[in-house]
């Protein structure tokens, strides 16, 4: 069933205006009509079929799936949802809101006092208060993450952005350059630069390809802005970094308990990215947690999750970015690569925009139907309860999607079991 729009489909067979937006003609027994044409050429209504939903048997593997079908497809008070999820979100903004903060014109050596007032900051409550007392503050709208890598000939680090990326044309150079010593490079004949550290989350020390910012594009009231990380963007990064998560948040290996995958993920492509948690910055992971975490296990917070799968693909690293490129989402289809520019979008701002689409797909019409997640070659309903049936077959050799819907998976902790 996918995302469980033959549900929709299904619903909306019982609703008068859908159905006559689709040049179709209902009369007042509810009888539906279509052109044709006889035999001597004129143009006459026909009745071919009748108003009324039809009652849908909506199945799928992936719980993913079988997940956002459920939501669209059973009813709910769609106000109510909207005021329980702007309330969360703004809940949300008020706590994090402080690691999306840069600052807007400093004068000459301000960014090094602050970055150095941030450091000494032993909680998020402290940075947090710290962040409230600055003036002329910023809200980052998203920031740019390069790749580094080490020139084979002078063996200094070369930061992606700075060397291949023509800023002005918004092209990135396949050939460019050294900038220490002008050897020409490609990507293909540079190693990466890596970086050690220990994760606290599985307890392990990794090593993980480099990225630095290189870009923030940001909001000073309704004006936009961009600038350079300074001394203060970095001392926030590094601060949030220091600091401990309180809230839950996926931590499962990819792929999920070592076992034999497809072509999706591909050992040595991803570069380190060996958990679900590292396709996220630690800012977007803390916002995604605390949003989860507001959630709570209410009926109307249950339906609110889709806000957050909304954004569990948007806000990862998946998010490449080009120069010059004004449309948000960059992520490749079918595919879990991560590009050598990535766009860290700023988490509450992303979610907000989930709710506004989201809440157009919303409804108050009563079910019509049943939502399965299972195997579809067992089936214990008998031949004679189908009229019809609508069936798209698996592309397990050109996209795996139980691999594909890991991270979403990840947050529901429901996996596909993809051994049928």
């Known amino acids: 069933c996918g995302t469980g729009m033959t549900g929709v489909a299904a619903q909306l067979c019982g609703d008068r205006k859908t159905v006559e937006s689709l040049g179709y003609r209902v009369d007042d027994q509810g009888i539906i009509y279509r052109q044709e044409t006889d ?4 143009t006459v209504w026909v009745p071919f079929s009748k108003l009324g939903a039809r009652r849908a048997v909506l199945n799928d593997l992936s719980p993913a799936a079988t997940f956002i079908a459920y939501n669209y497809n059973t009813p709910v008070d769609v106000q109510a949802f909207e005021r329980e999820a702007k309330r969360i979100l703004e809940e949300v903004e008020e706590e994090c809101g ?3 903060a840069t600052l807007h014109a400093p004068e000459a050596g301000v960014p090094e006092v602050l970055a150095d007032r941030l450091r000494a900051c032993k909680t998020a409550d402290e940075a947090r208060q710290l962040i409230g007392t600055l003036g002329n503050v910023g809200r980052i709208n998203y920031t740019v993450w390069s790749d580094v890598f080490v020139c084979p000939e002078c063996t200094q680090e070369v930061v992606f952005w ?4 023509d800023k002005e044309a918004g092209k990135v150079h396949s050939e460019f350059p050294c900038p220490h010593c002008g050897a020409m490079l490609t990507k293909r004949n540079m190693e990466r630069a890596w970086v050690t550290k220990y994760d606290k989350a599985i307890g392990q020390t990794i090593r993980q390809a480099k990225q630095v910012p290189v870009l923030i594009n940001y909001s000073v009231g309704k004006k936009r802005h961009e600038k350079t990380p300074d001394a203060f963007d970095l001392a926030l990064i590094e601060k ?6 309180p809230y839950w948040f996926p931590t499962e290996p990819m792929m999920f308990k070592g076992e034999q995958w497809g072509d999706t993920w591909r050992a040595g492509v991803h570069a380190g990215i060996t958990h679900v948690h590292h396709f996220y910055t630690k800012r977007n992971l803390w916002v995604l947690g605390a949003y989860f975490a507001a959630l ?3 009926e109307l917070g249950k339906r609110l999750i889709p806000i957050l799968t909304g954004g569990l693909l948007g806000l990862t690293k998946l998010q490449r970015f080009k120069p010059k490129t004004t449309f948000p989402n960059m992520i490749l289809s079918g595919t879990l690569y991560v590009g050598s520019l990535v766009r860290e979008w700023r988490a509450d701002q992303w ?7 989201f809440r157009r797909a919303l409804s108050s019409r009563p079910p019509s139907g049943l939502i399965e997640t ?6 214990d309903t008998p031949s004679a309860f189908y009229d019809y049936i609508f069936t798209d077959p698996p592309f397990g050799g050109n996209l795996m999607y139980s691999e594909l819907n890991f991270l979403w998976e990840a947050w529901l902790k ?3 079991n993809n051994k049928p």
């Open 98 to 100: 402080w690691m999306y």
């Open 162 to 165: 700075e060397a291949a990326v």
């Open 296 to 298: 709570g296990t209410a």
């Open 414 to 416: 429901v996996f596909t």
């Open 374 to 379: 299972r195997t579809s070659d067992v089936l």
């Open 39 to 42: 035999e001597h050429g004129k």
């Open 351 to 357: 979610l907000n925009g989930k709710l506004r689409s």
């Open 240 to 245: 949030i970094e220091e600091l401990d998560i």
